[in-house]
């Protein structure tokens, strides 16, 4: 018999209305599997044995870098244990895609970490939750999850972890891969592959640092003007990650900004603000090509989200120069 963990850091998975007005997260670990236990999905893992475990009862909005670590290191900890198969989070979809990074980025073990959550909360009439814990329980107990590290089970699909998106405020399936597609599907519950395996660069689990990293993002946007980023370096950002127009084209105003920072010792990242491909060095005239003379790192098809994330990992263990050096590694070796 399969074992899962399944770690409830909160989410609209586990929210309710509450008196004050408003839906807020309440439900812990052992009621979302109670729920489960209770519905008519409950005979499909009847086979598998879940333990539960609380990290927090909070909606995602309002993690910080802290509260990630603190997810890295819960789940690290579960890993260290053996006879345990799999783990699953229930997370807030909002800022899932950030968790999700840094335990990508730091995952160094062959079992698989599924996260999970709901567009609609346990209280709603019809609820996602349920069946988004079902399945995310079906595919890390399953042994064709091994080697896919970090993952997503959504709405019956199952998505890499790097890079990723929500992509949709209110759609039962609100995930999407920025520039390819779904890994795989759940078909009569049971996972099914597309592709096999991506190996990402491993990273250093998080240190007390991490927490206290700044790293602002700030868009590019007709007639902006540099004083995000200026404001951003004078509240002491180390990173910053700039979204430019198309393949990460910032604006002339943008790029003296970008280019006072960097001399600053800022290390400043280049993505794009839009939903898929890369940044591509094409235009000068403010344009990304200029942004990358002024210093800024291309960060391929990563989402300012998730690249803030790295660079925020990669500044808690160094800096300036160095970073702006193992971040462009980083963006290579995972193309
Ligand atoms: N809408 C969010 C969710 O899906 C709220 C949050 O991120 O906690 O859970």
Same mark, same amino acid.
Request: glycine share 12%; proline share 7%; with cysteine.
């Given at each position: 018999m399969s074992r899962i963990v399944l770690l409830a850091t909160g989410g609209t998975i586990s929210s309710r209305e509450n008196a004050a007005g408003g839906s807020r997260a309440s439900d812990s670990a052992a009621q979302l599997l109670a729920a489960l236990k209770q519905h008519a999905l409950a005979d499909l893992i009847s086979e598998i044995q879940v333990e539960t475990q609380d990290i927090s009862v909070e909606n995602s909005f309002n993690f910080s870098f802290s509260d990630l670590a603190r997810i890295d290191s819960a789940v690290r900890e579960i890993l260290q244990r +053996?006879? $345990?198969? !799999?783990? $699953?989070?229930? &997370?807030?979809?909002? %800022?899932?895609?950030?968790?999700?990074?840094?335990?990508?980025? %730091?995952h160094d073990d062959d079992r698989p970490v599924v996260f999970t959550g709901a567009q609609r909360s346990p209280d709603h009439s019809d609820s996602d939750g349920p069946r988004n814990l079902c399945d995310a329980i079906l595919v890390a107990a399953d *042994?064709?999850?091994?080697?896919?590290?970090?993952?997503?089970?959504?709405?019956?699909?199952? &998505?890499?972890?790097? *890079?990723?998106? #929500? /992509?949709?405020?209110? =759609?039962?399936? *609100?995930?999407s891969h920025p520039s390819g597609g779904?890994?795989?599907?759940? %078909?009569?519950?049971? +996972?099914?592959?597309?592709?096999?395996?991506?190996?990402?660069?491993?990273?250093? &689990?998080p240190t007390q640092s991490f927490g206290d990293q700044r790293v602002d993002m700030v868009l590019s946007y007709p007639g902006a003007d540099g004083a995000l980023i200026r404001s951003a370096v004078a509240s002491g950002a180390a990173g910053l990650i700039v979204l430019g127009g198309g393949a990460g084209n910032p604006g002339s105003a943008l790029v003296q900004a970008i280019a006072e920072a960097t001399q600053a010792g800022v290390v400043v990242g280049l993505a794009s603000?839009?939903?898929?491909?890369?940044? /591509?060095?094409?235009? =000068?005239?403010?344009?990304? $090509?200029?942004?990358? /003379?002024?210093?800024?790192?291309?960060?391929?098809?990563?989402? !300012?989200?998730?690249?803030r994330v790295l660079l925020a990992l990669l500044?808690?263990? !160094?800096? !300036?120069?160095?970073? #702006?050096?193992?971040?462009?590694?980083w963006v290579q070796t995972a193309r």
């Open positions: +053996p006879e $345990v198969d !799999g783990v $699953v989070v229930t &997370h807030g979809t909002d %800022t899932i895609e950030e968790t999700l990074a840094l335990l990508a980025l %730091t *042994p064709a999850s091994r080697f896919h590290g970090v993952l997503l089970c959504f709405g019956g699909e199952i &998505h890499t972890a790097l *890079p990723l998106r #929500k /992509a949709h405020a209110s =759609s039962l399936q *609100p995930f779904t890994l795989g599907r759940l %078909t009569e519950a049971q +996972p099914q592959y597309y592709f096999g395996p991506r190996s990402l660069p491993r990273l250093p &689990h603000r839009t939903f898929g491909g890369s940044v /591509a060095a094409i235009y =000068s005239g403010g344009g990304a $090509v200029d942004a990358l /003379a002024a210093g800024a790192v291309a960060l391929g098809d990563l989402p !300012g989200t998730q690249a500044l808690s263990t !160094g800096a !300036g120069e160095e970073t #702006k050096d193992r971040l462009e590694r």
